[in-house]
Structure formats: structure tokens, C-alpha cells
């Protein structure tokens, strides 16, 4: 089934928040398991929100996996892209070859969740001021289950209300 995806869906601010436990590499986090925040941008009922946390708890490994690779591909082909060195106040433009050296440099996600015109998107959001990648506003992803959609320099809310946008030019993935 092919998914039209043009449009815009306008889900504002967050409804409610919370945390949850996820399966991740205990090589990156130095444990098996770590606590994630969500926020959640649109009315789930409890089932379908169980559902999709479930979801995420079990597929969160490889799509972390697909972010840092999403991130090591653009960050290769955007030489205006650095790393902020907190020890020395400045920029640095880092050579990274295997996408887990990423890890240390884009914080660690709020998990974020919307339901816009009967499609469940989620999402990754590194926002600016905990990554040290050279995004002023930091960026996210946005997944429609295990399939990375989005690769963005700004947050979930307002990648998913410039949809059209950001899924066709303001991709990272595709540029």
C-alpha cells in the first residue's frame, strides 16, 4: 500500500509527557536498557498508546542505528557541519568513520509521538543545546514505523506542520 505523504499536519504542543524504559546498545549506553522521555502531540487512547510505546521499546536498537547512520551520512557531506568542544568553547570539524562515534556528540532523544490524519508518526528529537552538532535548533527524525521518513534541523511539531517541506527539501537524508 503507498502512503500519500504531502500535506501538513498541525499537532502544536504536546498533550502529555512521560517515560519509558527502551532496548538499546549497551556498547554506546553502557547498559542493555536506559529511560527515555515522550511526549506525546495529539489523543491516543490507552491501547493504541501502549501499543506504539511497546513498539518503540522493541525496534528503538535498530532505529537509533538508522539515525546515527542518517546523521554520519549527512554530516560527511556538509562540511559546514562541526562539533562544539565544550573544553575549548568552539567548533571542530571531526572526522568521524563509524556512525557509533556519533553517539557521545548527539545527546540522548526525547521520544515524541503524533497521529495525524489516521497515520502514527514517532520521532527522535536532539534538541539544540544537548547535541554538539553544529544545529542551531538541534534536529529530529520522524519515523512511520521501523522506516526513517525525516531527517530535520528542527523539532518534531514543526517538521510534521511544514510536512511537505521537510519531507521533499529540507530532508537531510536526501541531500
Known amino acids: 500500500m503507498d502512503i500519500d505523504y504531502n500535506g501538513s499536519y498541525d499537532v502544536g504542543n504536546f498533550f502529555d ?7 538499546c546498545d549497551s556498547k554506546l549506553y553502557g547498559s542493555g536498557r536506559i ?7 495529539s489523543k491516543f487512547n490507552e ?27 549527512a554530516y560527511k557531506n556538509n562540511p559546514k557541519w562541526d562539533v562544539w568542544m565544550e573544553e575549548t568553547k568552539d567548533f571542530l570539524r571531526i572526522n568521524f568513520t563509524e556512525k557509533e562515534e556519533l553517539h557521545s556528540y548527539i ?13 502514527t508518526f514517532w520521532g527522535m528529537d536532539f534538541p539544540g543545546g544537548t ?25 518534531f511539531p514543526l517538521v510534521l506542520k511544514w510536512w511537505d517541506y521537510y519531507y521533499a527539501d529540507g530532508n537531510i537524508l536526501t541531500s
Request: net charge negative; aromatic share 12%.
Open 107 to 119: 545527546g540522548k532523544p526525547i521520544i515524541e509521538l503524533a497521529s495525524c490524519n489516521g497515520k
Open 131 to 155: 547535541n554538539k552538532l553544529s544545529f542551531e535548533h538541534g534536529f529530529c527524525t520522524v519515523f512511520e514505523q521501523k522506516k526513517l521518513l525525516v531527517l530535520a534541523d528542527n523539532d
Open 35 to 41: 529511560t527515555l522521555e515522550y511526549r506525546i502531540h
Open 47 to 73: 491501547e493504541d498508546l501502549s501499543r506504539i510505546l511497546s513498539f518503540i521499546q522493541e525496534n528503538y536498537y535498530h532505529a537509533y542505528g538508522q539515525v546515527l547512520a542518517g546523521v554520519l551520512s
Open 17 to 23: 509527557t512521560g517515560s519509558f524504559d527502551v532496548k
